[in-house]
């Protein structure tokens, strides 16, 4: 059966207050488009759960979508810091857990295999294992030395965005590849977003990619340019200038409100959003051809 639905409609279903929402993509492939969607049917008391929780966070906080941050690295990449949740988290408005990219991904990899906690010598994080009470230690049985472990991360959905997937939600991912096959099979329920949809014989054609299966996945929407203002390897680029825009866009809470009026609630999905844009943008962000070498699998 196609597990095909719009995004609004998905995270209707599954999307509920006080959910822990993890959206997947290391820098790549962030599912702003979801983010959006979730701040237009106004959830509230979110937990955020991300390995650096990027633009996508600090707009759900300016929402009033959340009431706690799960993160390693909190900062607008490549500029300086996410300034809505650091405001936030200094004003004591906002709930934080925080653990070095070792420590959120080994939390991932603990709940998705389903073990209770995860051993991670060494963190490379002493300070953390400090403040942070969730880094405890445990005896090796074999060795009888300390190791340092983290707890299972479980949310209760993931959103990850793919290239391609089929109609019953097995998807392909290439490029920078970052924990979305982890938070996936860690959560109770998953959103797939997707550039393409295609026949299944595509995805077969071509198995090692396939990173998300079909039968851990709920949704399946496509969603052409959903990770504006991030990207996706092979369809468009980063937008740099907007991760640079909105440094100043968030340093004024009449700017953050004012971009998410006109940019959030004032579109009703993203092919408005992107067509909204308009055509200099896409332009700038138009990649071109660079295909791989293809690959014999040889038939019996």
């Known amino acids: 059966m ?3 639905v719009s995004l609004s409609q998905a995270v209707q279903q ?4 006080g959910d822990m929402i993890y959206a997947a993509g290391f820098t790549h492939m962030i599912p702003f488009a979801a983010g959006h969607e979730i701040i237009r049917q106004k959830r509230r008391n979110l937990v955020l759960a991300r390995a650096t929780p990027d633009l996508i966070y600090d707009q759900m906080v300016a929402a009033g979508c959340a009431s706690k941050v799960i993160f390693s690295y909190m900062g607008n990449p490549g500029v300086g810091s996410l300034r809505i949740v650091r405001a936030e988290l200094e004003a004591g408005r906002l709930e934080w857990e925080e653990y070095s990219h070792f420590g959120m991904i080994s939390r991932l990899q603990a709940g998705a ?5 995860m051993p991670m010598n060494p963190t490379a994080a002493g300070d953390l294992e400090h403040a942070n009470p969730n880094y405890r230690t445990v005896t090796d049985p074999y060795t009888g030395q300390p190791v340092v472990v983290v707890p299972a ?17 097995n998807a ?13 099979f860690a959560a109770k329920h998953v959103i797939l977003t997707a550039e393409e949809i295609v026949d299944e014989a595509i995805i077969r054609s071509d198995p090692n990619r396939t990173l998300i299966p079909g039968f851990i996945v709920d949704a399946v929407c496509h ?3 959903c990770s504006h203002p991030s990207y996706t390897q092979g369809y468009y680029d980063r937008d740099n200038d907007f991760y640079m825009e909105w440094d100043k866009i968030s340093s004024s809470p009449e700017a953050t409100q004012a971009y ?7 579109v009703k999905d993203r092919d408005e959003y992107w067509q ?5 943008t896409h332009k700038r962000l138009k990649v071109s051809k660079n295909l791989s070498s293809p690959v014999d699998y040889g038939k019996y």
Not at 172 to 184: N, S
Not at 260 to 266: C, P, R
Not at 276 to 280: A, D, E, R
Request: proline fraction near 5%; aromatic fraction near 10%.
């Open 2 to 4: 196609s597990k095909l």
């Open 14 to 17: 599954y999307v509920h207050d």
């Open 113 to 117: 295999t389903g073990l209770p906690f």
């Open 153 to 169: 991360l479980k949310p209760d959905v993931a959103i990850v965005h793919v290239q391609r997937a089929d109609a019953d939600g």
């Open 172 to 184: 392909q991912i290439w490029g920078i590849i970052g924990e979305q096959k982890e938070a996936a």
């Open 223 to 225: 969603v052409p340019y």
């Open 260 to 266: 998410l009026d006109e940019w959030v609630y004032g």
């Open 276 to 280: 909204k844009l308009g055509s200099k």
